[in-house]
């Protein structure tokens, strides 16, 4: 399946301005982008529509990662993905230009937060994305049965627009 | 062969070639502006369209539908036959889906698009396009001509827009009302055809071409003019007075959460 992940460049900017602040204690701030699913002939288009960033008070003090979020986090992001019904994409930053990787670290944190969405919304795509300061890269849970599948072609839609296709 | 095509373009930037020919645009109306828009971008180099009208040529057509000869005429050639034919011509290797009725009839051929270009005779259609390419977040090219009688003369003008997700959309820039669109309903049997050359069609077509290509490639950093309008008496095109009001401003009438499928399961 082609999943096409897209954003308004307005909406990028917000979100990367938001995640480049510095946090009292945590090394970097991480967000959820709610997002509308449609059917494509090729597979799946993911439209972001609106950024929730994680409240200051709902990081934990953590060594081994830059950012963990507090169970309050994920309930917020758990409750808005009920209630709206949203597609819910986590979604932090590697501050740095050129297309970003997932570490282990990455793969796995979001691996064990991610499928939780499908209690709330279990018709729903859920996802995570990394952002830099010119690129981004994504991973996407189609069905909480099936392992996640690299999002094929990001845009950020804007002067000027950005096709980024998977690495 | 690629390279030698696309060598006096080079200026465009290093990747423009991968970009364009990884773009897939649409192109809805294949008359006098559409079809020269589908030249331009052939020449250009994208790598994939979808075109839709449901016309077929007529003997009035041949005035400005570029591509389209005598025998299409006869032959009762669709419209989107004479694009793809000029699109494969220019290039060979363009990926052409051909929709021989309206785009609504398969409208998820679009919703894959980069780019929406909408080059339709009706305010209803400009209307339904600029919705759908909301909805699904893609960037909007409207171009409209316009020959008004004036005494005993005639004014042409007409205007290309960029309607983009977050910007600015028609309502806002004034190209769509609810005053047009009522009026356009209450004439739509006594539409009549309305005058149409080919020189403001190309002018137009030109200019929305410019905007695409400032949006996906951009050559220069300065502003994008999302409204520019045409006066075809006085040979010029400028960028609109309307912009020092609209460009900073917020659309009021689409919301960024009304994006997607409302009805989209994973099945």
């Known amino acids: ?167 | 062969m690629t390279a030698n095509r696309f060598q006096r373009q080079s200026f465009l930037g290093e990747r423009s070639e991968a970009i364009l020919s990884n773009c897939r645009v649409a192109i809805m109306g294949l008359g006098g502006g559409g079809s020269h828009i589908a030249q331009q971008l052939a020449h250009i180099g994208v790598g994939t369209f979808v075109i839709a009208d449901p016309d077929i040529v007529e003997e009035s057509n041949l005035n400005r539908l570029v591509g389209a000869t005598a025998a299409d005429v006869e032959n009762a050639t669709p419209k989107v036959d004479v694009a793809e034919r000029l699109i494969r011509a220019v290039n060979p290797n363009a990926n052409v889906i051909a929709i021989p009725e309206r785009w609504q009839a398969k409208p998820e051929l679009l919703r894959e698009c980069d780019v929406i270009f909408g080059c339709v005779d009706h305010y209803t259609g400009r209307d339904e396009l600029e919705r759908m390419a909301r909805r699904f977040l893609i960037s909007y090219i409207d171009i409209g001509m316009d020959v008004h009688r004036l005494g005993k003369h005639y004014l042409i003008s007409g205007q290309a827009a960029l309607s983009m997700p977050g910007e600015p959309c028609l309502w806002c820039m004034g190209l769509l009302t609810e005053d047009l669109l009522k009026q356009e309903a209450a004439n739509y049997r006594e539409a009549g055809d309305r005058p149409q050359v080919i020189w403001p069609n190309g002018v137009l077509a030109s200019t929305a071409v410019s905007l695409f290509m400032q949006l996906v490639t951009p050559w220069h950093d300065k502003l994008l003019p999302i409204l520019v309008e045409y006066d075809g008496n006085s040979h010029s095109v400028f960028s609109s007075n309307k912009l020092a009001i609209i460009s900073h401003t917020q659309c009021r009438h689409y919301k960024d959460t009304e994006v997607g499928d409302s009805f989209f399961k994973t099945t």
């Not at chain 1, 096409?4 to 959820?32: C, Q, Y």
């Not at chain 1, 691996?111 to 209690?119: E, Q, R, S, T």
């Open chain 1, 1 to 167: 399946m082609t999943i096409r992940f897209k954003m308004t460049k307005r909406l990028r900017d917000f979100v990367l301005t938001d995640l480049m602040r510095t946090h009292p204690f945590a090394a970097e701030r991480v967000g959820f982008l709610s997002c509308k699913p449609a059917a494509s002939l090729g597979g799946l288009i993911i439209l972001a529509a609106a950024y929730h960033p994680v409240a200051d008070e709902d990081y934990l003090p953590d060594h081994w990662v830059g950012a963990m979020m507090g169970p309050n986090a994920i309930r917020e992001a758990l409750q808005f993905a009920y209630n709206h019904p949203a597609s819910m994409f986590h979604i932090h930053l590697h501050n740095h230009r050129g297309v970003p990787a997932f570490s282990t670290t990455d793969l796995g944190e979001s691996a064990k937060f991610v499928p939780d969405f499908f209690n709330v919304q279990p018709n729903l795509p859920h996802g995570a994305l990394i952002l830099s300061r010119d690129s981004c890269v994504g991973r996407c849970w189609y069905r909480s049965t099936e392992p996640p599948v690299w999002i094929s072609r990001i845009i950020f839609i804007g002067s000027p627009m950005k096709l980024i296709q998977s690495p």
